[in-house]
T-cell receptor, first 116, second 115 residues
Framework: QKEVEQDPGPLSVPEGAIVSLNCTYS??????FMWYRQYSRKGPELLMY????GNKEDGRFTAQVDKSSKYISLFIRDSQPSDSATYLC????????????????FGAGTQVVVTP | GAVVSQHPSWVICKSGTSVKIECRSL??????MFWYRQFPKQSLMLMAT?????????EQGVEKDKFLINHASLTLSTLTVTSAHPEDSSFYIC???????????FGPGTRLTVT
């Protein structure tokens, strides 16, 4: 079983709809959570970073963390065709050792297609 | 957000030659940088952790002698693919996190094609 599970999609939504993405994880030590957007043949771009349960909002993006359920979500409101990309969740555990310092655990990535 | 650059963005080389990829943190110092490899339609695979002033730490299955990493300064890490073969063709991406932060910022990536 992978430590981080993410549905690869593709997820197709009409323009203006809310995009809902999520990841589940099995390691309760994960403490820091990130969402990245990656366009084809580009490096991942950090969208959201959070380290506590609850919601965090930034513009059209809302990140949710539920540590009790080991579940994180990303919502994109008023989706645009330019939001079409692959979205990756990533997380880092607390109590990192020298060998594990800073190593992100990624989900598989969800491909999102926003149709005009 | 912090900015990480990579050079070149795309390189084509012949089989048997070596190619160097640079990763720079432009507006912060990074004692640690990470090198990833990504195949089409797959997630990122961590290759190694680059530590300024010391040897890199490689992930299991990554050939140390083939993928040479040098973290010469607090803003520059290089990945050299030695004696490249067509199967080394891939998308290579680096990342770094600013001091005191767990947020990692990625470079734009380098596409390597070995003919």
């Amino acid at each position: 079983q992978k430590e981080v599970e993410q549905d690869p999609g593709p997820l197709s939504v009409p323009e203006g709809a809310i995009v809902s993405l999520n990841c589940t994880y099995s390691n309760s030590a994960f403490q820091y959570f990130m969402w990245y957007r990656q366009y084809s043949r580009k490096g991942p771009e950090l969208l959201m970073y959070t380290y506590s349960s609850g919601n965090k909002e930034d513009g059209r993006f809302t990140a949710q963390v539920d540590k009790s359920s080991k579940y994180i979500s990303l919502f994109i409101r008023d989706s645009q065709p330019s939001d079409s990309a692959t979205y990756l969740c990533a997380m880092i555990p607390r109590g990192m050792t020298t060998d594990s310092w800073g190593k992100l655990q990624f989900g598989a990535g969800t491909q999102v297609v926003v149709t005009p | 957000g912090a900015v990480v650059s990579q050079h070149p963005s795309w390189v084509i080389c012949k089989s048997g030659t070596s190619v160097k990829i640079e990763c720079r943190s432009l507006d912060f110092q990074a004692t640690t940088m990470f090198w990833y490899r990504q195949f089409p339609k797959q997630s990122l695979m961590l290759m190694a952790t680059s530590n300024e002033g010391s040897k890199a730490t490689y992930e299991q299955g990554v050939e140390k002698d083939k993928f040479l990493i040098n973290h010469a300064s607090l803003t520059l890490s290089t990945l050299t693919v030695t004696s490249a073969h067509p199967e080394d063709s891939s998308f290579y991406i680096c990342s770094a996190d600013p001091p005191g932060s767990y947020e990692q910022y990625f470079g734009p990536g380098t596409r390597l094609t070995v003919t």
